[in-house]
């Protein structure tokens, strides 16, 4: 299994901080965003390569904590830095376009863990891994949620008795489920191809979910009830959150 991590995009909500800064870099208790999401992800044997996908104007702070994050915490795991080529957020490629791109580029070939650059949580991906397995077929973080600020600002499914997904709306004006799943996903390897169809559709390229929405139509895809929590910082109250929570 390969991971990515999505960090191309350019946080203009987050303006002046992540102005020269990328968001997966900023800190939170003092420790970059990324350097959280890793410590999930290498510890898991299954993962043997982790791709961390930015642009061009952020790829060589990248590769800088790059070198100081390998003298810090030697491993035995690939992690690439790609550079998607854009330099402003008008051009970006979206979440998905980046994911495609990756694909294209690394030549993947296998199942596919990805994981949004401003996620922080606290749960093993072991568990959402073993389900991946036993459902045999993509899978999805999900959580149950009454706050419905939370549930405008993520995906939001329905699903069936066997936790199979039936219905998805990405940010919705007006949740009709109370179940939520942040941008942790699990694709298998034959349906990466799919991105590529899926984009040259003319679909939209900004948010992963809006992929989900167009593949559970077509292949079964699951919701993995986690225990613990996840945040993501998408504003200034969030980050405020993060760092009191982290700290």
Not at 100 to 125: H, P, Q, T
Not at 147 to 152: E, G, K, S, T
Request: charged share 25%.
């Amino acid at each position: 299994m390969k991971a990515i991590i999505l960090a191309a995009g350019y946080a203009t909500r987050l303006y002046p901080l992540t102005k020269n800064t990328p968001k997966p870099l900023l800190p939170v208790a003092g420790k970059p965003t990324v350097e959280y999401i890793l410590s999930h992800l290498l510890p898991v044997d299954e993962i043997d390569a982790v791709y961390i996908i930015t642009n061009a104007k952020f790829y060589p702070q990248f590769v800088e904590w790059e070198k100081g994050f390998d003298r810090k915490y030697p491993i035995d795991k690939k992690i690439d830095i790609l550079n998607d080529g854009t330099a402003t957020n008008e051009s970006r490629l979206g979440s998905i376009g980046d994911i495609d791109f990756v694909i294209s580029k690394a030549g993947l070939d296998d199942d596919l863990l990805m994981i949004a650059g401003d996620s922080l949580f606290d749960f093993e991906l072991k568990g959402m891994i073993d389900y991946f397995h036993e459902k045999n077929g993509c899978v999805l973080c999900a959580y149950r949620t009454s706050d419905m600020d939370i549930l405008r600002r993520r995906g939001v499914i329905k699903i069936d008795d066997t936790n199979r997904i039936t219905d998805f709306e990405e940010k919705p004006k007006r949740p009709e489920s109370d179940i939520a799943v942040p941008a942790i996903h699990i694709y298998k390897k034959e349906s990466l191809n799919l991105f590529g169809q899926y984009l040259s559709e003319g679909n939209n390229s900004d948010a992963p979910g809006y992929f989900v929405d167009w593949l559970y139509k077509r292949e079964p895809i699951y919701a993995y009830f986690f225990t613990g929590n996840c945040y993501d910082i998408g504003n200034f109250a969030s980050y405020s959150e993060v760092n009191r929570i982290f700290s």
